[in-house]
């Protein structure tokens, strides 16, 4: 009997071809709505492979109701909504797509940072809207990115590419990261700080920490508070990272000029959502690596990590190391 691969979202045909040829695929191919707990559960349980989003809570109780479950193929370069030692126990290899998504992850980071900065969507608007009745000397006027100093919180991958941008930008470059990355900075010009100074001296603070429980909750009142006025926020990490309630307070009282927004703590987000009252936020569906030629690199990377487990060998790109074939 063939093994089954369950597959939680629509992937196109020839995307998961190599994966037809050794095993039975399921999908659920609805476009508008997430797969139900209750079946992802029951497919789980039938499956040696799935292929999961970020939006896929994999939790002990789907992992330890999947006794034949060998991998867990994540579509995304985060992995916090998998237990990973759950996974980890039980020998199932957890794998994600790094590298592929840097470029155009840190390209919407700077798309983010330039449309709050410039007033991209508010002048959009104001044109639409029918409001743009003459030239004004201080109409619409935005925030300078080029000389100004840029913050990345979490320098890994993805930073050095917005690092790498930002020198386009001849902007002095900060960062934190949990350790510090000598090669960065002399590759990059880039200058390491704690978290608090980077805090105080960035005029673009951009956040690209994982969700762990050390990120959880950082970006909450204290740190808005020690952010410059006239400071922008962006985040393409994790929404968990940031008190939403209190950056909704740090807009309120001026105590932060604005923030550009890929990612929220419970996704999606509704049109009500408190953020959205203010000009100054930018907000957009969590598309960090959204482009046609990076979705595939993705999909096509989840698919060959699924192949090669399938095919008794080590995935391509897998977080749980201590898994081993024996
Ligand atoms: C997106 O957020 C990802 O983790 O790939
Ligand atoms: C603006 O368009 C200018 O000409 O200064």
């Keep these: ?153 979490g320098m890994g991958r993805i930073g050095e590419k917005v690092a790498k941008r930002a020198s386009g930008f001849d902007m002095e470059v900060l960062y934190h990261n949990r350790s510090r990355r000598e090669s960065v900075e002399k590759a990059l010009n880039t200058t390491y700080c704690s978290f608090d100074e980077l805090l105080e001296k960035a005029d673009f603070i951009v956040n690209l920490l994982p969700l762990t429980d050390d990120t959880k909750n950082k970006f909450n009142e204290i740190a808005f508070s020690k952010m410059k006025n006239s400071a922008i926020f962006i985040n393409v990490g994790r929404g968990m990272s940031v008190v939403e309630e209190d950056l909704v307070q740090a807009l309120q009282k001026g105590e932060i000029a604005g923030a550009g927004l890929d990612v929220f703590r419970e996704e999606p987000i509704s049109n009500q959502h408190p953020l959205l009252k203010f000009n100054q936020v930018v907000v957009v569906p969590h598309i960090g690596s959204a482009t046609i030629e990076t979705r595939t690199k993705m999909m096509e990377l989840t698919v060959h990590n699924i192949v090669n487990v399938l095919q008794g060998k080590y995935p391509k790109a897998y977080v749980n190391k201590k898994v081993k074939i024996y």
């Design 1 to 153: 009997k063939q093994p089954q691969v369950y597959i939680t979202k629509k992937i196109p045909r020839e995307v998961i071809e190599p994966l037809e040829k050794m095993a039975t695929v399921k999908m659920w191919d609805a476009e508008n709505e997430k797969v139900p707990v209750q079946i992802l559960k029951t497919e789980a349980a039938k499956s040696t492979a799935i292929f999961t989003t970020l939006d896929d809570i994999i939790d002990q109780s789907i992992i330890e109701n999947s006794p034949q479950l060998k991998v867990i193929a994540n579509m995304a370069v985060g992995y916090d909504n998998i237990d990973i030692s759950t996974a980890t126990k039980h020998s199932i290899f957890v794998c994600n797509t790094p590298d592929i998504l840097n470029d155009t992850t840190a390209d919407l980071a700077f798309a983010l940072l330039m449309s709050t900065a410039r007033r991209i969507v508010e002048g959009y608007h104001f044109v639409m809207d029918g409001c743009w009745k003459n030239w004004g000397p201080l109409l619409m006027v935005g925030r300078d990115i080029h000389h100004k100093t840029l913050g990345i919180v």
